[in-house]
């Protein structure tokens, strides 16, 4: 298997392109599925009229959820047919970037094979509520499980698409709900051609057998043993390797299109308004349980699909864990509540930190650290695409560091350190994650992406300082022991490069959440 780190990343990101612009790509080279309007309306009439049902909602089913033209809530089918053709011509310009040879060989042609989540269960047949695979999502729009994506870019750059999918079954319906089945699946997803999953190793093998293309797929990642054998299989038959594919599609999930910018300012503003509603209904008595409850039944009712991922809702010292999640202990008076909670919302996610006073009084100790923790958060965010703020490890470096000095002038750090080094350690013990992660799709979403990439326009992070101190600790006054506060929000680098927060209407200035209460 070939490494991808050979050529430069800024190489990897001239090959797939920068900023989508969707309403510029030129539709002669997106190699359209031929789609006549009657098609469209004759699926549409059905759809209306109760004749036909697909696996996932339509603009005909669910008008309150999918407006006209879209394909899933917020992105349209001509979005999903360019992020496919950008894929395959930026892997081709890719490996054209290694000269007249890559990978052992002279072939221009490649395919490229990523597969659908399978349906996974508590016990027994008792399913869990089903997520689409990220990546499979973003290039198809697809909600079903156990489907394959075949892309293939020939000699000539003519790029084609197949999607394999489980067929219609009457009896399989009846019990789990409808299917689309191939045979609608070219009109409702714009790809080339639509089969059977049952032929996808014979059409593998065909393709295969055509064009000599190189072979990318995601071996680690793939959850249908089917897909995975019919892969194996060719590799072997034909001695070729697999190349992985993860990169490039997260290189393009990075910067996020005008389309899925809106919905990240969508499901954010769900999270928030929620967060507000929760943080004033605090009482002294409620269990953390009961607000895990409250923020996932606020966010439903803003049309979130479901929480992002399990919350933390941890009261008191629950707070110096990081990731607690039991939720499972009673808030009392004069206590911190610290909430980690997110939401999606068409398949993107918000995720925000909160932390307030139980009782709607901050402590004096409580204050003192709540105004460090705020007034660092507000310089770092100042610091995005400045000097010290470029990418997200500068950002991290910066925090720790003015962490350690914020510190230092309370007395919880010695007064005698002077060194940048010195001060950026002490700050990382009190603060042991980093302050960013990217936002999209997953909650941290491109993981294979570095954290050393320059920020530019498109990204969306995290800014989430926090300060944890052991009740344990005995190198601290006795009371700062056992607070924990995080501060997280949401930022966009928008179309016009401009740093926008997009939590900024959840509250978290201290004056204004005491208020909250009142």
């Known amino acids: 298997m070939i490494a991808l780190k050979r050529l430069p990343r800024f190489c990897l990101l001239r090959a797939l392109g920068n900023q989508p612009k969707f309403s510029t790509y030129s539709t002669t080279r997106m190699c359209k599925a031929q789609i006549t309007a009657q098609e469209v309306r004759s699926l549409a009439d059905a759809l209306k009229n109760g004749l036909r049902a697909?696996?996932?909602p339509t603009n005909a089913t669910h008008p309150h959820l999918i407006k006209p033209h879209e394909l899933v809530p917020g992105v349209e089918q001509a979005e999903f047919q360019t992020r496919r053709i950008r894929l395959m011509e930026g892997i081709q310009t890719y490996a054209e970037g290694f000269g007249n040879e890559f990978n052992g060989r002279t072939s221009r042609a490649h395919m490229l094979v990523i597969g659908a989540a399978c349906?996974?269960?508590?016990?027994?047949?008792?399913?869990?509520?089903?997520?689409?695979n990220s990546d499979f999502y973003y290039l198809t729009g697809c909600l079903e499980?156990?489907?394959?994506?075949?892309?293939t870019i020939d000699e000539s750059s003519t790029v084609q698409s197949v999607l394999f999918m489980r067929p219609k079954d009457p009896h399989a319906e009846l019990w789990d709900g409808p299917r689309t089945g191939p045979d609608y699946a070219v009109q409702l997803f714009g790809v080339q051609e639509a089969l059977p999953i049952e032929k996808f190793q014979q059409t593998l093998i065909a393709r295969y057998s055509q064009l000599k293309p190189h072979l990318w797929f995601d071996l680690s990642q793939s959850e249908q043993s089917n897909v995975t054998d019919a892969m194996l299989q060719v590799c072997n038959n034909q001695r070729t390797q697999l190349l992985p594919v993860c990169t490039f599609v997260e290189n393009m999930r990075l910067i996020k299109s005008p389309a899925e910018m809106e919905l990240m300012r969508s499901t954010c503003s769900i999270a928030s308004s929620a967060f507000n509603e929760v943080m004033a209904e605090t009482r002294p008595g409620q269990s953390e349980h009961q607000l895990y409850a409250a923020v996932d039944f606020k966010c439903r009712m803003r049309s979130a699909s479901y929480l992002a991922y399990p919350p933390v809702v941890a009261a008191g010292r629950n707070a110096t864990v990081i990731h607690y999640v039991n939720n499972t202990q009673i808030l009392q008076p004069q206590e911190l509540l610290l909430m980690d909670a997110g939401c999606e919302y068409g398949g993107y996610t918000s995720d925000i930190t909160r932390t307030w006073p139980v009782s709607g009084q901050f402590t004096e100790p409580q204050r003192t650290l709540y105004d460090m923790m705020e007034q660092l958060q507000k310089e770092i965010i100042e610091l995005i695409m400045q000097p010290g703020g470029e990418t997200?490890?500068?950002?991290?470096?910066?925090a720790c560091y003015k962490l350690g000095k914020y510190l230092q002038e309370i007395g919880l750090v010695p007064k005698n350190l002077t060194d940048h080094k010195e001060l950026a350690t002490q700050?990382?013990?009190?603060?042991?994650?980093?302050?960013?992660?990217?936002?999209?799709?997953d909650v941290h979403d491109t993981p294979h992406v570095p954290r050393n990439t320059r920020i530019q326009p498109g990204m969306v992070f995290t800014v989430e300082p926090?300060?944890?101190?052991?009740?344990k600790r005995t190198d601290v006054p006795a009371e700062f022991r056992g607070i924990g506060i995080r501060i997280e929000d949401d930022v966009l680098i928008n179309e016009k490069g401009q740093v926008e927060v997009l939590t900024a209407s959840c509250v978290k200035e201290r004056r204004a959440l005491e208020d909250l209460f009142k």
């Open 54 to 56: 697909l696996g996932q």
């Open 119 to 132: 349906k996974k269960y508590m016990s027994g047949k008792i399913p869990y509520v089903f997520r689409q």
């Open 145 to 151: 499980p156990d489907s394959v994506l075949l892309l």
């Open 392 to 398: 997200l490890d500068q950002l991290f470096e910066t």
């Open 427 to 441: 700050g990382y013990k009190f603060c042991p994650h980093h302050v960013s992660h990217y936002l999209g799709m």
């Open 466 to 471: 926090g300060i944890y101190i052991d009740e």
